[in-house]
């Protein structure tokens, strides 16, 4: 059975700091593209970053040189290291891992809001 489980997700005032983890079981970790995704309330789902297998990352305008994405694939577990916090990042943040088979996993999601 394949679990994604999100931590790390709270309070925070803007200009503040989280970090979010993630970690999997059930699946081959290292050779997944992992990534973190967000969901605003009335808004869609929107990427706000990916590591692949290859430790290629990519990010989100929105988030660039804010948030940082990194993996340990001896922990499983993928980490979003969030800074420089705003307002309009609150959102619920979803952890993803997919394979190049396009399997694809979600995990719950960690509210995060970042308020004044």
């Known amino acids: 059975q394949v679990q994604l489980v999100e931590s790390g997700g709270g309070l925070v005032q803007p200009g503040g700091s989280l970090r979010l983890s993630c970690a999997a079981s059930?699946?081959?970790?290292?050779?997944?593209?992992m990534g973190w995704y967000r969901q605003a309330p009335g808004k869609q789902r929107e990427l706000v970053a990916v590591?692949?297998?290859?430790?290629?990352?990519n990010y989100a305008d929105l988030v660039k040189g804010r948030f940082t994405i990194s993996r340990d694939n001896a922990k499983n577990t993928v980490y979003l290291q969030m800074n420089s916090l705003k307002p309009e990042d609150t959102a619920v943040y979803y952890c993803?891992?997919?394979?190049?088979?396009?399997?694809?996993?979600w995990g719950q999601g960690t509210q995060v809001t970042v308020f004044s």
């Open positions: 993803n891992a997919q394979n190049i088979l396009s399997q694809n996993y």
């Open positions: 059930g699946i081959r970790f290292s050779i997944y593209t």
């Open positions: 590591i692949t297998r290859g430790d290629i990352t």
